[in-house]
Each structure stands twice: as structure tokens, then as C-alpha cells.
């Protein structure tokens, strides 16, 4: 018998006091930050995912972090021109993803991701933070100038730039997205992952205008670009 997945999850009453649905700027929920360490529990995913209820599947209670990562294509400030390295989901992972197009990496938050301020004193923010370049790392690959080989993806969180809460779907009520900006050590990202279809960079207004079926959460983080 495999041991339990613990996963890093949210109150919903905190989070729904605090953001809005769909995309939410850190300047329109200036107070979300301040109280995550005391709002924030790891938990069973199993529990999380499958508890059974009258009428849907889920523990609505809480809302599961999922670290939101996007990556600019050149360096600088992050708006509706900047070009985005995005991809397409060809198989595997989720199937509700496959052929739509996406700007963000990430996943749950795991325990290995912990970042502690002092003995037993967790840094959420940070912590989350750490979950979004775990993601990349796993999930991307860097060709450095000169170099022959690829190498790990190095990068670093420059910007936080919201929230994502998306009540259209049973999925999206159990989920809450970090939106930050991670700047790569080099503008020359790659996937490692064969499912993982890397696309030329575009902006948001280019992704939107294109006619490509956009991820859910993608389509409102352009909107809001």
C-alpha cells in the first residue's frame, strides 16, 4: 500500500473573502498575502480530491495552491506585448488539458517544497514560490549561448502577479492559482517533456487574437494582460 500524497491547500472562506472569480491583481487583494501562514493546512490529496459528497466530488472546504508560473521570452516588464513562452498539452497529464494551449507551469504544492522562516515556522508564500520552480525545473530544460548541451532550467521569481479562482467548473472550485513571473538564467527554454508541444513565444493579445483554444486559466490571465 503506497503511502498518502500531502498536498498544500487553502480555506475557502479565506480565499473567497479575499479574491474574486477569475483573475485577481495583487493590488486588488492587497490583504491575501498577510494572512496565508495562518489560513494554509497540508492535507491527504486522496481525501482532497475524492471526498464524496450529495451532489459533486470534492473537499470544497479548502481550495488546493497551485503554483502559477509564466515565463517571458525576453527580460523586463511583464504586460499585454511581452512575449510568453507557451505550449500545447499533445498527451498524458490530464486529459482536460490536452490541445489547448498554455502560458503556465506548475502543480500542487508538495511537503518537499517547505520553506521555513525558523523551527516549524512555514513561509507559505515562499513555499509556493519553491513548488514553482520545482515544476520547472521537472518540467523544462535551458540551451545556454555556446553550449552544446542542455542544462537544468535555472530561474527565479521576479514578480507576483495575482490569483486565479475559477468556479465555471468541479476543478476549478477545488483550486486556487498563484500567478507569478519567473525570469529564466536564459531566454532559451525547452521542454523535457515529450507531451509538452513548446510553441514560438507570443503575447497575450497574439494568443487571444489567434484563434487557438486556450487553456481556461491561460484565457483569463491574457484577458487581464
Known amino acids: 500500500m503506497s503511502k498518502p500524497e500531502f498536498i498544500l491547500a487553502l480555506t475557502s472562506g479565506y480565499v473567497e473573502s479575499q479574491i474574486g472569480v477569475g483573475f485577481t491583481s495583487v493590488e486588488q487583494a492587497k490583504d491575501m ?37 509564466i515565463i517571458p ?15 500545447k498539452r499533445s498527451g498524458g497529464g490530464e486529459s482536460r488539458l490536452e490541445g489547448n494551449v498554455s ?7 508538495d511537503l518537499v517544497d517547505i520553506w521555513c522562516d525558523g523551527p516549524s515556522r512555514v513561509n507559505v508564500l515562499k ?15 535551458i540551451l545556454h549561448p555556446y553550449e552544446e548541451e542542455f542544462s537544468c532550467f535555472t530561474g527565479h ?6 490569483y486565479i479562482y475559477d468556479d465555471s467548473n468541479d476543478v476549478g472550485k477545488l483550486h486556487v492559482g498563484f500567478v507569478n513571473v519567473v525570469e529564466p538564467s536564459h531566454f532559451n527554454v525547452h521542454a523535457k517533456e515529450a507531451e509538452l508541444v513548446m510553441l514560438e513565444p507570443m503575447t497575450a493579445r497574439e494568443l487571444l487574437s489567434s484563434g487557438r483554444n486556450l487553456e481556461n486559466w491561460t484565457r483569463l490571465v491574457c484577458e487581464w494582460l
Open 73 to 87: 521570452a525576453v527580460k523586463g516588464h511583464v504586460g499585454s506585448d511581452t512575449p510568453l513562452y507557451c505550449y
Open 127 to 141: 513555499t509556493i514560490h519553491c513548488a514553482g520552480i520545482r515544476e520547472l525545473e521537472e518540467e523544462l530544460k
Open 103 to 109: 502560458i503556465w507551469f506548475g502543480g500542487h504544492v
Open 157 to 162: 521569481v521576479v514578480q507576483d502577479l495575482g
Open 33 to 69: 498575502s498577510l494572512n496565508l501562514d495562518f489560513n494554509a493546512v497540508f492535507a491527504q490529496r486522496e481525501r482532497l480530491d475524492n471526498k464524496v459528497n450529495a451532489d459533486h466530488k470534492g473537499d470544497r472546504n479548502y481550495k488546493q495552491v497551485i503554483p502559477y508560473s
